[in-house]
Antibody
C-alpha cells in the first residue's frame, strides 16, 4: 500500500524556522516527483514546492522562493521542506503528495498532513 | 498568469447529476493536464480525476472529467449523487513550472 506520512509540524514563533518531513512507503520512491501543498485554515489548496525523483530539479512558486527549500533522501525514502523566516500567513496544514511520474504528471496519493502554526 | 476559476458552491439532490466547472484565464486549459481532487471535511484531499478524464482505481465511474477547449474550461461531472459525495472539489493544472489550483467548489447534497 502506498503511504505518505508527514511529521515536523507544530507551533513556531514568527521569524523562526521549521523542517517538515514526509516518509514514504509502498512504491519505488526515487522514480516519482513529490510535492508539498498547504491549506490555511478555512482556505483552499496552495502549491508550495516540488522535487523530481532524482532530486535534480526543484520547483517553487515565486512568493516562496528563497524562504522554503525542498530536498529528498532517496535512501531514506523521505522528502523534506525546510522553512525559514516564518510568518503568520504560513500557518496551514502542510500535505505531502506523490506525483504520478515527473513534475507535471499530476498527483495520486496524498498524506494526512501536518499542522504548522506560526504565532507568538 | 494562468488562473483557474471555480464556482464557490453547487448543490443537487441525491441521485441527480452535478457538473463543476473550472475555467482557465491567462492561458489555455488544454495545454497541460487537469486533475480533480475531493476533500471531505476534516480529511486530506484525494484524487478523483487525473490527466483530464482518467479515474484512479477505486474511484466510481459516477465521476467523470472533460475538457472544453472552446470555453477554455474543464468539468467534473458526478452522476447518481450520494450523500458521501458532499465535499470540496478542486481542479488543478500547470502554468509552465508552477502548479495551479482552482479556488475550490463546495458540493452540497440536498
Amino acid at each position: 500500500e502506498v503511504q505518505l506520512l508527514e511529521s515536523g509540524g507544530g507551533l513556531i514563533q514568527p521569524g523562526g524556522s521549521l523542517r517538515l518531513a514526509c516518509s514514504a512507503s509502498g512504491f519505488p520512491f526515487s522514480s516519482y516527483a513529490l510535492h508539498w501543498v498547504r491549506q490555511a485554515p478555512g482556505k483552499g489548496l496552495e502549491w508550495v514546492s516540488a522535487i523530481i525523483g532524482s532530486g535534480g530539479s526543484t520547483y517553487y512558486p515565486d512568493p516562496l522562493k528563497g524562504r522554503f527549500t525542498i530536498s529528498r533522501d532517496n535512501s531514506k525514502k523521505t522528502v523534506y521542506l525546510q522553512m525559514h523566516s516564518l510568518r503568520a500567513e504560513d500557518t496551514a496544514v502542510y500535505y505531502c503528495a506523490k506525483g504520478r511520474g515527473y513534475f507535471n504528471d499530476g498527483f495520486d496519493i496524498w498524506g494526512q498532513g501536518t499542522m504548522v502554526t506560526v504565532s507568538s | 498568469n494562468f488562473m483557474l476559476t471555480q464556482p464557490h458552491s453547487v448543490s443537487a439532490s441525491p441521485g441527480k447529476t452535478v457538473t463543476i466547472s473550472c475555467t482557465g484565464s491567462g492561458g489555455t486549459i488544454g495545454s497541460d493536464s487537469v486533475q480533480w481532487f475531493q476533500q471531505r471535511p476534516g480529511s486530506a484531499p484525494t484524487t478523483v480525476i487525473y490527466e483530464d478524464d482518467q479515474r484512479p482505481s477505486g474511484v466510481p465511474d459516477r465521476f467523470s472529467g472533460s475538457i472544453d477547449t472552446s470555453s477554455n474550461s474543464a468539468s467534473l461531472t458526478i452522476s447518481g449523487l450520494k450523500a458521501e459525495d458532499e465535499a470540496d472539489y478542486y481542479c488543478q493544472s500547470y502554468d509552465r513550472v508552477n502548479v495551479i489550483f482552482g479556488g475550490g467548489t463546495k458540493l452540497t447534497v440536498l
